[in-house]
């Protein structure tokens, strides 16, 4: 006599889903929806109007790819000998240093600000 395999998977599927959901029913959450009403208040202005570093910051990703022109106040400039210097070392003994490693020096670089007190991180680099 030949085996049929078509029938008993629908048996099985039968007998599976004849059981009962309810049985099978997890644990109840033992979190519950609070009835406390909180009192937020408004979502406050974020006022850009005249901080055009502010607003760089901000919007900072719609700005890639375009031409900006920014104005503000330079709040630090990278200085190399004052970085490098040694301590009890002089001018001249610094500067022949910095001409055999030229690596000793980072990139020029400067940080502009909305004004003249704008800290160093909340300044544009």
């Not at 049985?23 to 055009?52: Q, R, T, W, Y």
């Not at 502010?54 to 900072?60: A, D, I, P």
């Not at 890639?64 to 400039?77: M, N, R």
Request: proline share 9%.
């Amino acid at each position: 006599m030949p085996h049929r395999h078509g029938l008993r998977p629908v048996l099985l599927c039968l007998l599976f889903t004849a059981c009962g959901e309810d049985k099978l029913k997890g644990p109840e959450a033992e979190v519950h929806k609070s009835e406390v009403k909180l009192n937020i208040p408004a979502v406050p202005a974020f006022d850009l109007a005249n901080k055009p570093i502010k607003e760089l910051r901000v919007k900072g990703k719609k700005k890639l790819k375009t031409d900006v022109t920014v104005k503000g106040f330079v709040t630090w400039v990278y200085d190399c000998p004052t970085a490098v210097r040694q301590p009890q070392e002089s001018d001249k003994d610094l500067q022949d240093r910095i001409d055999k490693d030229p690596t000793l020096c980072e990139r020029p670089k400067f940080f502009i600000g909305d004004d003249k007190d704008t800290p160093a991180e909340k300044s544009l680099t």
